[in-house]
């Protein structure tokens, strides 16, 4: 098992609509989230980070941790075209002060 | 202040030559990160350095892989006698260390081996 999993997409949702990207992780102990947004030919940048359980709003984007099950996700609300990138979930594990990338889920938004 | 830099942007070297990558990291960030993202692909980790020292070197793929830090500072990526499979994009990312632990990238280098 891979220690970050994603869906790699791509997915697709309408301009305006909820887009809700998933990551499950296997070190049961890791203990801080991100998420980080990378254009095409750019280098990643954080949009979000996530420590306790439950949800962390700021602007459109919502991230949500369930350390019991294992899973972060980011909610993206009224999505725009400008928002379509490969998004990309980060964990640190517990054991290591390194922080281990999924493989990113694309995201198209159409117009 | 600045954020994190890195040179050259770009390289393409023969198969068989040394190659160097720099990294800059933004001022006051202890941690240091190096990542290597081939064409479509995700980030795959190569070290990290907390001050000068690497404590987690699991990542470099081969011994033809090597880093250093100086002066809890600039990071210099190696690979001797690239390969073609090296052909990458070489990120390098800068936190402040323990906590918090949001990196900040690089533009990254474009690296083509011919």
């Known amino acids: 098992q891979k220690e970050v999993e994603q869906n790699s997409g791509p997915l697709s949702v309408p301009e305006g609509a909820i887009a809700s990207l998933n990551c499950t992780y296997s070190?049961?102990?890791?203990?801080?989230f991100f998420w980080y947004r990378q254009y095409s030919g750019k280098s990643p940048e954080l949009i979000m980070f996530?420590?306790?359980?439950g949800d962390k709003e700021d602007g459109r984007f919502t991230a949500q941790l369930n350390k019991a099950s294992q899973y972060v996700s980011l909610l993206i609300r009224d999505s725009q075209p400008s928002d379509s990138a490969t998004y990309l979930c980060?964990?640190?594990?517990?054991?290591?002060?390194?922080?281990?990338f999924g493989p990113g889920t694309s995201l198209s938004v159409i117009p | 202040g600045a954020g994190v830099s890195q040179s050259p942007s770009n390289k393409v070297t023969e198969k068989g030559k040394d190659v160097e990558l720099r990294c800059d990291p933004i001022s006051g960030h202890t941690a240091l990160y190096w990542y290597r993202q081939r064409l479509g692909q995700g980030l795959e980790f190569l070290i990290y350095f907390q001050g000068n020292s690497a404590p987690d070197k699991s990542g470099l793929p081969s011994d033809r892989f090597s880093a250093e830090r100086t002066g809890e500072s600039v990071s210099t990526l190696t690979i001797q006698r690239t390969q073609q499979e090296d052909s990458a994009v070489y990120l390098c990312?800068?936190?402040?260390?323990?906590?918090?632990?949001?990196?900040?990238f690089g533009p990254g280098t474009r690296l083509t081996v011919t």
């Open positions: 070190d049961r102990g890791s203990q801080s």
């Open positions: 980060a964990v640190k594990i517990t054991s290591y002060d390194k922080v281990i």
């Open positions: 990312a800068s936190s402040y260390g323990l906590d918090p632990y949001e990196q900040y």
């Open positions: 996530i420590y306790s359980n």
